[in-house]
């Protein structure tokens, strides 16, 4: 297996691989993957030094933890920390936020995965008042007690939840959607994070692809990917869709940042290059439909940082084409 550097969320002191794999596509919302498939990429992640898996109990409705409960017994060998999600199999109602739920919830997903006790689980972009409710939290704690998960951590959707989440002392890591199209984070949230030991979880590091560089005006998606039927946040929040850039302006700029490549470097590899160098991140949690892409995103780890000249042109093509649609939404 591959080496890879790790981090550790500051708190739990769990250890992960700075390039990680999110597992969205191997449950649903981007296509159809089958299940040989899915277990092919999740043993080249594996093979490639990746050492954190992130799901969630909503992905094909646990098909995607089932998937990776079999492969990790297939495989005993691998040190995988995986983190999976739960809050979003029911309606956003922050009176559902019990502990009662939490650990039906919890009880599933350990069941999905064939585990005892769950390494990370983040609440899954729950309504906005729940961030503030020190019974949600409680019944977190209750959970780590228990010995039902060893951690806990959110997925947000703003950067103001993220900083609600991050000064509540349990909080291991916020996931949070950062990309070179996706500054705002940079501001605050990540400066607080690393202050008070709260991992970060980087995801839509390539804003649904975008950032590869491989799309046109003119790509047409399948029916039943996201990336058709959420373009303008009909199905859940925009901003999972493309970064919540406007389809047209993403396909340009992203033009524009793959010129920024350095020599040998993919512009995939390149903006998840740029988003292990920004401290305060732990990890960044591509997706990745085949082994090639996995290998791919891990091959981004050992790239060099990139010149400040590089982080300039970033920030002023934020600036010029992307900021007027996102800045002030997340």
Known sequence: MGNMEQRAFGRSKQQVSVVGLGTWQLGADWGDVKEEDALEVLDAAVESGVTFFDTADVYGDGRSEQLIGQYLRRRPDADVLVATKMGRRVELDPALYTLDNFRAWTDRSRRNLGVDRLDLVQLHCPPTPVFSSDAAFDALDTLVEEGRIAAYGVSVETCAEAMTAIS?????????????????????????????????????????????GRYTKDTVFAANDHRTFNRHGEAFDQGETFAGVDFATGVEAAAEFSALAPEGASPAQTALRWIIQQPGVTSVIPGARNPEQVRGNARAAALAPLPQSALDAVRALYDDKIRGQVHQRW
């Open 168 to 212: 509540r002392p349990g909080t291991a890591s916020v996931q949070i959607i950062f990309n070179p199209f996706r500054l705002k984070p940079l501001e605050e949230v990540l400066p607080a994070a690393a202050q008070a030991g709260v991992g970060i979880i980087a995801r839509v590091p390539l804003a649904s692809g975008l950032l590869s």
